[in-house]
């Protein structure tokens, strides 16, 4: 059936300095929500995430989507024309926390999948010592996708500087640092809540299975 549909809703606000002083800047801040009823993305049905086959386009599936649904994104740029003529350019991302889907891992609705979401939301919130994730009820799920992964930031930094050769011929040296801070970044596709032969809490929920630092 072609009933898939999304929505993205969003408010720019853009600046931009051209190059003065030896300063040009960038800036851009985008306030956005984006839900849809077929999955992670525009363009894909994602089984997994049905909550009940009898309804496969149920409310319950017009949820934010995983991969685009971040409320807060901002970036910044700039160019700095320093000393001995070498250029410094440092860019800054940031992304507030995108969704994940957070499931018992019981079939409640006895519609023969294991994927029922949870009760409530959850937000991811850091490490503990002992490496399993600490994290903190977000209000009520009512939704598929309705859990929170960790904020996405990342600080580069290129320095170059030209060199004039012969004639018209110039040559630039480039050297660039991607994520200066070392920012880990942490990625959470889908979390089990619990195991589903015993129901007993499993200590992987909510834990990232991968780092994108």
């Not at 580069?156 to 991607?178: D, K, P, W």
């Amino acid at each position: 059936l072609s009933r898939g549909t999304s929505e993205y809703h969003a408010l720019i606000f853009a600046l931009n300095r051209r190059m003065a002083n030896r300063l040009d800047v960038s800036a851009s801040y985008t306030l956005a929500k984006a839900t849809s009823i077929i999955g992670s993305a525009a363009d894909e049905m994602d089984a997994n995430l049905v909550q009940d086959v009898r309804e496969p386009f149920g409310s319950v599936q017009d949820a934010p989507l995983t991969r685009t649904d971040g409320r807060h994104r901002v970036s910044l740029s700039a160019i700095v024309e320093a000393p001995f003529g070498i250029d410094v350019a440092p860019m800054f991302l940031y992304q507030s926390a995108l969704p994940t889907h957070s499931f018992e891992g019981l079939d409640l609705n006895v519609d023969g999948n294991v994927n029922d979401k949870t009760a409530r939301a959850y937000r991811y919130t850091g490490l503990n010592a002992d490496g399993t994730a600490r994290f903190e009820e977000n209000g009520s799920c009512a939704t598929v996708n309705c859990s929170r992964r960790a904020p996405y930031s990342q600080l580069n930094l290129r320095l170059s500087r030209g060199f004039q050769l012969a004639g018209s011929a110039r040559v630039e040296a480039i050297a660039e640092v991607f994520n200066l801070l070392n920012a880990k970044n942490p990625w959470i596709p889908l979390t089990t809540r619990r195991l589903s032969a015993t129901g007993a809490p499993l200590t992987s929920f909510m834990q990232p299975t991968a780092f994108a630092g």
